[in-house]
């Protein structure tokens, strides 16, 4: 029994250490006429996180679409039936580069669509921060969201928040 356990162990921290939920990330989504609301998940993990001395790397950041919460059930279940959920089971940043000095790139895959983009981050001793914008129409094709009388603008703002732990291993 007791070698089960280890093995069970050293199995689970294989897999983690690989790729576990380190971050989180806020979508600042904006409604018409007035309002906005957050989407936040803290289920964002990294994978093959690299530094090279001049930038912070990973082979991708991860999001499952169902772990993300606006504090509205119903509102939650809108959220992931835009994102895809029935199909794409999470958002996937891929090829990420955060140059030292405060620029960034990667590619962003949501619901089957694929941007490039470019973002500003800053670090401090314990966390790491992006910030970039997406309009949801043009680079997403995610359209004519509404209920209820109240429309989504499509402009969207994102933070992604890591531990500086996570990204130096």
Do not use: C, W
């Amino acid at each position: 029994m007791y070698r089960l356990l280890l093995v069970a162990a050293a199995f689970l921290t294989s897999v983690l250490s690989a790729e576990s939920p380190l971050g989180s990330i806020r979508i600042k989504v904006f409604l018409s006429p007035a309002g906005s609301f957050l989407a936040v998940s803290h289920a964002l993990a990294v994978e093959s996180p690299q530094f090279d001395g001049k930038a912070y790397t990973a082979k991708a950041l991860r999001v499952p679409i169902d772990s993300f919460d606006t504090e509205i059930s119903l509102r939650n279940e809108h959220f992931k039936k835009r994102l895809g959920f029935d199909k794409y089971k999470e958002v996937v940043v891929s090829n990420v580069r955060a140059i030292l000095g405060g620029k960034g790139s990667a590619t962003i895959e949501i619901a089957g669509n694929k941007k490039d983009f470019e973002f500003s981050h800053s670090e401090d001793k314990s966390t790491a921060r992006a910030n970039f914008e997406f309009n949801i129409a043009e680079d997403f094709k995610i359209t004519d969201v509404k209920y209820a009388g109240l429309g989504v603008k499509d402009r969207v703002e994102i933070e992604v928040s890591i531990p500086m732990s996570a990204l130096a291993p």
